[in-house]
């Protein structure tokens, strides 16, 4: 058996029980692909047998995940919350996997959140507002997953960005994912790197995920309007995305980062400082 087909197979054993769960997939900052990693996640989970709902916050941009998808649900969160059918209001891009939008004003309490997907996976592609600030629904989340790039930009907008929810939210416990990293190496020291200075200067519990490569399927998925794992399902971004699906279904505060190095100086010291402001 392939090695894709076994990391499939795996990923359904872990999909089979638990309760539904509520991923927030948020980029605190511009650009860092956090809608490409919730549309790939989505894809993931549904090949691996469990119904995704993904919730499109920022469903109003040309970068949306509705558009990058290319579909146009017939609703939104607002209207299933005025009693249209879930079935009639999204949009199904592929099978196993619903998209709606969801405009951030709109509040939901948990049950109700959950009762959208109950046997399956809701994953939020989050529209932060101008605070920096998350929704009410995705304040619902079970996990935050923060999605980063590995420049020093990113990381020191994702340290700004994590103590603003901190403080708004007190939020105890994220996750992130690297995204884009050109080498196994340079994730090892982002990561390692992230993980040491949160451990400093953050008030919060902060692991690894693990990282997706910079991978040109990637690119040419997204110009066919499909996720990697469906256009290039036997690429290296396909099955990364696949072992990120697995991870976010284990608790957060007992995974550790996969790639910790011991002794990697930090890249810059304007990440360290930064977080320190």
Request: aromatic share 4%; proline share 8%.
């Amino acid at each position: 058996m392939s090695a894709p087909a076994d990391q499939a197979d795996g990923l359904r054993r872990l999909l089979t029980a638990g309760r539904p769960r509520i991923v927030a997939v948020a980029g605190l900052c511009a650009g860092v692909g956090a809608t490409t990693a919730a549309m790939n996640l989505a894809a993931a989970f549904a090949q691996g047998g469990r119904p995704v709902l993904v919730l499109d916050e920022q469903w109003q941009r040309p970068d949306s995940l509705c558009a990058a998808w290319g579909v146009t649900p017939a609703g939104t969160l607002a209207d299933v919350g005025r009693g249209m059918p879930l079935a009639a209001a999204a949009a199904r891009p592929m099978a196993g996997v619903q998209v709606l939008p969801a405009p951030p004003a709109v509040s939901a309490a948990p049950f109700s959140a959950r009762a959208l997907c109950p046997e399956g996976v809701i994953l939020i592609d989050v529209a932060l507002d101008a605070q920096g600030q998350l929704s009410p629904l995705a304040r619902l989340a079970d996990e935050v997953a923060v999605v980063m790039q590995p420049t020093v930009g990113s990381i020191t907008a994702t340290y700004a960005g994590l103590k603003r929810l901190q403080f708004a939210h007190a939020l105890q416990t994220f996750r992130f994912v690297v995204n884009g990293a050109s080498s196994p190496r340079e994730a090892e020291v982002v990561i390692a790197n992230v993980v040491r200075t949160s451990s400093r200067f953050l008030a919060v519990s902060l692991s690894a995920l693990g990282c997706i490569s910079l991978d040109g399927q990637v690119r040419e998925a997204a110009r066919l309007r499909q996720p990697v794992c469906v256009a290039r399902p036997a690429s290296q971004a396909a099955a990364q995305f696949r072992l990120l699906a697995a991870a976010l279904l284990e608790p957060g505060g007992e995974r550790t980062a996969p790639f910790a190095v011991d002794g990697v100086r930090p890249p810059a010291t304007a990440v360290a400082a930064a977080a320190a402001a």
